[in-house]
């Protein structure tokens, strides 16, 4: 079975400073999907980024950015110049190639992240 | 506007009381799941659905039961046979396909049991 780990439960960032979020995952899978989802006060979550592991080049939206090392199964997320709209849970999600077709998801348990003045 | 409505945001439970949560969205995706929110624990998926009248078990599926009559509702019963039920209920749908597809999540609903 999939697993995704988060080994930071909480980090903290000035705000309009840069900070960035590790996730590792274990897999046997070659093909797969990867998410990172982030869950404000409101409970709400929202898709933040995503990634495709046979795309080599690193997916970016906006101020947000992933590193994503394939052979070290790692998928760290970066946010730069952050802002206090940022605070929230984050989460890291992977998605095999082999789940038919529903986009069955594991969840990582999250970083709380807070934004400092 | 669409989107995926879960009510009630709050339910409160007596222990041994089977309770039913509501999942409605009206984005005409085929493909909706329930997850389980603990603290320091992530989402842990219950059941999802790929198509009507269709179900699977998700990692923790006991003590919770599914249906899938129509597209646009997927409701849970939680049952008395769940040890643990207080914990915040996340519903979801995608898109299906062999394509990745996001999934949108409602507002999610607070179960609490004593």
């Known amino acids: 079975a999939q697993t995704v780990t988060q080994s930071q439960p909480e980090m903290s960032v000035q705000e309009a400073e840069t900070v960035t979020l590790s996730c590792t995952y274990d897999t046997s899978e070659s093909d797969y999907y990867l998410f990172w989802y982030k869950q404000p006060p409101s409970r709400q979550m929202i898709l933040v980024i995503r990634?495709?592991?046979?795309?080599?080049q690193n997916a970016t939206e906006n101020r947000f950015s992933v590193n994503f090392q394939k052979a070290a199964k790692s998928f760290s997320l970066k946010i730069s110049d952050s802002q206090l709209g940022d605070a929230a849970m984050y989460f890291c999600a992977y998605r095999g190639d082999n789940t038919g077709t529903a986009s069955k998801l594991t969840f990582g348990t999250g970083t709380r992240l807070q934004v400092t003045l | 506007d669409g989107g995926i409505t879960q009510s009630p945001k709050y339910l409160f439970r007596k222990e041994g009381q089977n309770v039913t949560l509501s999942c409605e969205q009206n984005?005409?995706?085929?493909?909706m799941y329930w997850y389980r929110q603990d603290p320091g624990q992530g989402l842990r998926l219950i059941y999802y659905?790929?198509?009507?009248?269709?179900?699977q078990k998700g990692d923790i599926a006991e003590g919770y039961s599914v249906s899938r009559e129509k597209k646009e509702s997927f409701p849970l019963t939680v049952t008395s046979a769940q040890k643990n039920p207080t914990a915040f209920y996340l519903c979801a749908s995608s898109t299906a396909g062999h394509l990745v597809y996001e999934q949108y999540f409602g507002p999610g609903t607070r179960l609490t049991v004593t």
């Open positions: 990634q495709e592991a046979y795309k080599q």
């Open positions: 659905s790929q198509i009507v009248n269709d179900f």
């Open positions: 984005l005409n995706h085929d493909a």
